[in-house]
């Protein structure tokens, strides 16, 4: 794994550096730089509403008891995209405002979590909630069991 981020923190800056040394060259360097700061500002607050929303979805999730396992995953891919979006250049830039189009953000975060399943190296845990009712219907709290084998 570090080489690989080795060679990202490498690549990356090479990268940036040879774009945004040719678009300079063709609309001129101080609308470069304008265009970078422009991008990171638009980013940042599209970032921003999207945050807002996806936190909202996950505060509804969790009213309702479920786990906000996509708006957390939702929320990783958020903060990458505010990392690319923050990182001055047009390939950051890009990879930024892709993460912030919600099909390709799922899109990706599927990848990231299929590799991560075939790997084995990621595991679930939790509790397991489980509604119970009474004979007259009414929701039974607090109910603690346990699952005995059938076969003692």
Do not use: K
């Not at 001129?28 to 999207?50: E, K």
């Amino acid at each position: 794994m570090f080489p690989v981020l080795a060679l990202i923190f490498l690549v990356v800056p090479i990268v940036e550096i040879y774009v945004l040394i040719q678009v300079g060259q063709v609309i001129g360097a101080l609308w470069t730089v304008l265009f970078v700061v422009l991008t990171a500002v638009i980013g940042v607050q599209l970032l921003r509403m999207q945050g807002i929303a996806t936190l909202a979805r996950a505060q509804q999730r969790m009213q309702s008891g479920q786990m906000p396992a996509e708006e957390l995953l939702e929320g990783i891919g958020l903060v990458l995209a505010g990392a690319f979006l923050l990182t001055p250049g047009f390939v950051t830039d890009t990879l930024g405002f892709l993460l912030l189009i919600p099909a390709f953000r799922r899109w990706v975060i599927g990848l990231l979590r299929d590799r991560l399943m075939a790997s084995g190296q990621f595991t679930v845990q939790g509790r397991y909630h489980r509604e119970t009712r009474g004979e007259d219907g009414r929701l039974i709290e607090d109910v603690e069991y346990r699952v005995e084998d059938e076969d003692r």
